[in-house]
């Protein structure tokens, strides 16, 4: 694989084409197409208004694939997630009426408005990649990408997120409002669109085989063993903080799943592919920390009390772990 990989060319169209329709949030496009392209799923967390909805319609006009949105709110049931059984009187018999769940992407906006049954409706389609309704269970599409976004100014109401389904997002994304430069662009953007001049024709679609095609470059890239015990050592800082020190030990109650360093491992090796390069290097590790790891650590009483954020010990466990 190199530069020149016809796949690569292909997906940084798609991001460039991307980042043409939805300004000022460069990241979460980035973050966007890297769940697609390690098969994983995207936990977005940020105002409303920020085009997280949007970015995930778009990069389903590129893909070849379908696409369903649902609302979740707290009296949604998990059949309105999975599908349910509809009952025929011609003959007496059930069959199954599959849900949205059986789309290639999948929004699920607000997720923490559902209660905890709707919200573990997606763990076994999450984690497994099938339904299960009574005895029988249905393969969801082997495309299959979730974006979910939860509102972190409004609380009221809202379910949080167990442990367990966190950990079944690949990265768990923060996006902050767009600069003033970024805003006039967006201004200009929603103008031409409304004049029917923004218009533009999405860029060469995205079949399904070029993703799996792109997923095998990946995971075929070279890492040394020097990066991949610095990958490890970073997951161990988490698991083990009073080896680095009692202050990291006291903010940190859990660490890092396993599921974090398959994580880490596979977006590292995105970033490198996406750079062209055909290794991965410590900087590719360290560009995916704190959106793989975040939502996987469990915070001390104590760091909640005084404010310390997942992020600020992660930026200490990245600044104590010797880099190869």
């Given at each position: 694989?190199?530069?020149?990989?016809?796949?690569?060319?292909?997906?940084k169209n798609t991001i460039q084409w991307l980042d043409s329709r939805i300004i000022g949030?460069?990241?979460?496009?980035?973050?966007?197409?890297?769940?697609?392209?390690?098969?994983?799923?995207?936990?977005?967390?940020?105002?409303?208004?920020?085009?997280?909805?949007?970015?995930?319609?778009?990069?389903?006009?590129?893909?070849?694939?379908?696409?369903?949105?649902?609302?979740?709110?707290?009296?949604?049931?998990?059949?309105?997630?999975?599908?349910?059984?509809?009952?025929?009187?011609?003959?007496?018999?059930?069959?199954?009426?599959?849900?949205?769940?059986?789309?290639?992407?999948?929004?699920?906006?607000?997720?923490?408005?559902?209660?905890?049954?709707?919200?573990?409706?997606?763990?076994?389609?999450?984690?497994?990649?099938?339904?299960?309704?009574?005895?029988?269970?249905?393969?969801?599409?082997?495309?299959?990408?979730?974006?979910?976004?939860?509102?972190?100014?409004?609380?009221?109401?809202?379910?949080?997120?167990?442990?367990?389904?966190?950990?079944?997002?690949?990265?768990?994304?923060?996006?902050?409002?767009?600069?003033?430069?970024?805003?006039?662009?967006?201004?200009?953007?929603?103008?031409?669109?409304?004049?029917?001049?923004?218009?533009?024709?999405?860029?060469?679609?995205?079949?399904?085989?070029?993703?799996?095609?792109?997923?095998?470059?990946?995971?075929?890239?070279?890492?040394?063993?020097?990066?991949?015990?610095?990958?490890?050592?970073?997951?161990?800082?988490?698991?083990?903080?009073?080896?680095?020190?009692?202050?990291?030990?006291?903010?940190?109650?859990?660490?890092?799943?396993?599921?974090?360093?398959?994580?880490?491992?596979?977006?590292?090796?995105?970033?490198?592919?996406?750079?062209?390069?055909?290794?991965?290097?410590?900087?590719?590790?360290?560009?995916?920390?704190?959106?793989?790891?975040?939502h996987r650590l469990i915070l001390s009483f104590e760091a909640d009390a005084q404010g310390?954020?997942?992020?600020?010990?992660?930026?200490?466990?990245?600044?104590?772990?010797?880099?190869?």
């Open positions: 694989m190199s530069e020149s990989s016809p796949t690569l060319i292909k997906v949030q460069q990241t979460l496009v980035e973050r966007l197409v890297l769940a697609l392209l390690c098969g994983g799923h995207l936990l977005v967390e940020g105002a409303p208004g920020l085009a997280k909805t949007r970015a995930i319609k778009e990069l389903a006009n590129v893909v070849e694939g379908d696409f369903h949105r649902i609302q979740f709110t707290p009296d949604l049931l998990p059949s309105d997630v999975t599908g349910t059984e509809i009952y025929r009187p011609e003959d007496g018999s059930f069959i199954f009426q599959k849900g949205p769940v059986f789309h290639n992407l999948l929004l699920a906006d607000e997720i923490n408005r559902a209660p905890a049954k709707v919200q573990s409706a997606l763990l076994e389609a999450m984690g497994e990649k099938q339904v299960s309704i009574g005895r029988e269970t249905f393969p969801l599409p082997e495309l299959f990408l979730v974006m979910a976004t939860q509102n972190p100014i409004e609380q009221e109401g809202t379910y949080p997120l167990p442990e367990a389904q966190l950990d079944r997002f690949l990265m768990h994304l923060r996006v902050d409002f767009p600069n003033k430069e970024a805003e006039h662009k967006i201004l200009q953007l929603v103008r031409g669109e409304t004049l029917e001049l923004g218009n533009q024709e999405p860029v060469q679609m995205i079949a399904a085989a070029d993703i799996f095609a792109a997923r095998k470059e990946i995971i075929s890239l070279h890492m040394a063993d020097s990066v991949e015990e610095y990958l490890v050592q970073l997951i161990m800082a988490t698991r083990n903080p009073q080896a680095y020190g009692e202050e990291i030990a006291r903010w940190i109650d859990y660490g890092a799943s396993p599921r974090g360093t398959i994580a880490m491992d596979l977006c590292s090796r995105a970033v490198a592919w996406l750079d062209g390069r055909t290794f991965v290097t410590p900087e590719d590790v360290q560009a995916v920390v704190h959106d793989t790891l975040r310390i954020t997942a992020d600020k010990i992660l930026d200490d466990i990245v600044e104590i772990v010797p880099v190869p």
